[in-house]
């Protein structure tokens, strides 16, 4: 699935091989219009932790709010360099200053059925994104080694190099960005943060892009019979749940019942080894 329109053909190569790639995206002063959006905005911060997305915020219609004014001002942008796509959960997503704010090496969730489409992640930087506060780093190519599904809730359900997670970080690349500068990266590949370091939350913009035609797809660790349900959904699923909801409705032992449930498999994750991945 090519996601760059003809003009930027150039960068799918980067893309495909790779499993990222950095661009710049907003100009200045729409990235200060976001920044304006997000400080009037409640705060889903979790002090525990350090790092959230207002996807965790209890209130429906902020949710919606949020999103709605995020798509409206990167649409433009999106449409200059993006072909044929649909967003996926436009989101703000900060790392406050924690020690405790490590994101260890996974991937993101299963958006669509990827024996047909391909999923990506649009990190865009509204602050500097930097080693000290918690930057992406990216395991190149792992989303060509990987084709497994990922089910919520994360991390209970278990990913193929869970084992050896932590191991990876060392050969994890890291991608510093300026205000404005964006990582587009797909969904398989292997990513994970370091803790904030600094002063000061490392604010970002996150939204998925998949191919305007792609149905989209949740999968869900049942937490009754272990098995792993398949949704088919809309982007109102996005309102309803983040993988912090997911996670609580799971330790609650309830089942996802809103949206059409369209098979049902076996938790079977063959295990990756570590010389495999790197």
Do not use: C
């Not at 690349?173 to 292997?190: K, M």
């Amino acid at each position: 699935m090519n996601i760059f329109n003809e003009n930027f053909q150039f960068k799918q190569q980067e893309l495909d091989q790779n499993g990222f790639i950095k661009i710049d995206f907003l100009p200045l002063p729409i990235v200060e219009e976001l920044k304006l959006f997000y400080a009037k905005m409640p705060n889903s911060k979790h002090d525990a932790f350090g790092f959230h997305v207002s996807l965790d915020l209890k209130s429906e219609a902020q949710i919606n709010e949020i999103s709605n004014y995020i798509s409206k001002k990167i649409m433009p942008f999106s449409e200059s360099y993006f072909n044929a796509f649909q967003f996926i959960s436009p989101r703000f997503a900060i790392k406050e200053a924690n020690q405790n704010s490590l994101i260890p090496p996974h991937q993101d969730w299963s958006f669509v059925d990827e024996s047909e489409y391909q999923s990506y992640n649009l990190w865009i930087a509204l602050s500097p994104s930097t080693l000290e506060n918690g930057t992406l780093g990216f395991l190149k190519g792992s989303h060509l080694k990987l084709k497994n599904i990922r089910a919520t809730p994360l991390p209970i359900f278990k990913v193929p190099f869970n084992d050896f997670a932590m191991e990876l970080l060392p050969y994890l690349e890291y991608i510093p960005l300026q205000p404005g500068q964006a990582i587009l990266f797909n969904s398989r590949v292997i990513h994970a943060s370091k803790p904030n370091q600094t002063k000061d939350a490392r604010i970002n913009v996150a939204v998925e892009l998949t191919h305007n035609l792609a149905q989209l797809k949740h999968y869900y660790l049942n937490p009754i019979n272990n098995r792993i349900d398949e949704f088919n959904i809309d982007e109102s699923f996005f309102t309803k749940y983040s993988n912090a909801k997911i996670t609580d409705i799971y330790k609650q032992k309830k089942e996802i019942s809103e949206f059409e449930k369209v098979k049902v498999f076996d938790n079977r994750i063959e295990k990756s080894r570590l010389k495999d991945l790197i």
